[in-house]
């Protein structure tokens, strides 16, 4: 059964914009009247806050110097939460206009004594190009998730696992006691020292796995690596060039977007520390058709309310891709989730088939599920 998304089914009036951090998509200004009431009515609100406080001030000194503190509390949230969007910062996120009125959350700004830093109850594992960062910004929108929005590469970076598990703690969002944080790194799924590092960090930890047809995915970890070469202005060689030996004419298992595809090698390697029940796989083409329906699926994995509904997400025709509708603002992807792919030889994609067929059996078996990828 599929979700009933809003009708709205449209592109976007963009304009390019550059600020302080980076490109930005922007609304074009189109009514400057409408965005002064915003702010006059952003700023009467703010007035009588700070108004509020004052008369709870007043009784006693000591519950003067605490409001004190809430009140410049208070004025920082204000201009912090006006002026930056947090996660721009990676670079994997364009906003389609120009407001930043971000939930707050887990109150990341103004401290609330009941949020604190904690080390995440859940991992995106990987798999690298099948949907990683759609996954973690669309379960981001639950309100009892917290997410850290850059890859922390702590499990499979000596050095950064080196500093140690406080170290790793700090970089996590605050949260309330009741919200999961989550992180995601797709180098954790194919690293071998990650798994006995997680299972070391907590037993318990939750791992989410999005995986995508192996193909497919080695095409986009290809297109990904052929786009960063480009940019530096490095030669790189087609992807049939590079896939198969041309001595034997057979697929080269050890190229690494191939290497990375080959799913249930991976996955044996999880399994020897946590049990299947503890990880939930993410069918990555279901998340791209039909998003609100595989998020279903990983909230009751994680044990919380379904509040992620069709009305958080519309089409953009433009990207080809589902979208995110926030309370004043919308947000896709960037431009580097969802490129074109290029035109793979009809002999190449007969040879990686048959090299993926029986892998991908093994897969099905170890997890009891059937992609119909072949
Ligand atoms: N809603 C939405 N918008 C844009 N892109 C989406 C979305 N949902 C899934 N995808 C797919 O995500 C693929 C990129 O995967 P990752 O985010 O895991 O890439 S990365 O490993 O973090 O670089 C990317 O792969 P390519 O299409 O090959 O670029 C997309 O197909």
Known sequence: MSTNYPAIIDDDPEVITRTRRGVERQAPQCCPQLTRF??????????????????????????????????????????????EPSDVENGDVIYVDAEYSERNKGGDRVHNK????????????????????????????HPAIAAQKQEMHFFDDDEHYARGLAWYRKRMPRTRPEQVTIEKTPAYFVESAVPE????????????????????????DYVQIHSTKSAMGKYHESFDELVIDPDTGQVDADYRPIERSVYHKHLSRWLEY?????????????????????????????????????????????????CMRLQRRQKCLSPSKGRRHPDISPTTMKVLREFFRPLNSKLYDMIGVNFGWN
């Open 197 to 220: 590092r997680v299972r070391d960090m907590d037993r318990s930890t939750k791992l989410l796995l999005i995986l995508r047809d192996p193909i497919e995915r080695a095409i986009s």
């Open 274 to 322: 946590f049990s299947l029940s503890q990880l939930h796989i993410v069918n990555g083409e279901n998340l791209i058709r039909d998003p609100v329906a595989e998020l279903r699926k990983v909230e009751t994995f994680l044990g919380l309310d379904h509040r992620i509904s069709a009305e958080s997400f519309y089409y953009n025709k433009t990207k080809g891709f589902y």
């Open 114 to 141: 009941r949020t604190k830093r904690r080390l995440p109850q859940c991992i995106i594992i990987g798999v690298r190009k099948a949907g990683t960062r759609a996954l973690l910004q669309f379960l981001d929108l």
């Open 38 to 83: 915003r702010l006059m009515a952003a700023l009467g609100i703010s007035m009588a806050t700070i108004a509020l406080l004052l008369l709870q001030c007043l009784p006693s000194p000591s519950r003067y110097a605490l409001c004190c503190r809430d009140l410049a509390a208070l004025n920082r949230a204000i201009v912090v939460k006006t002026i």
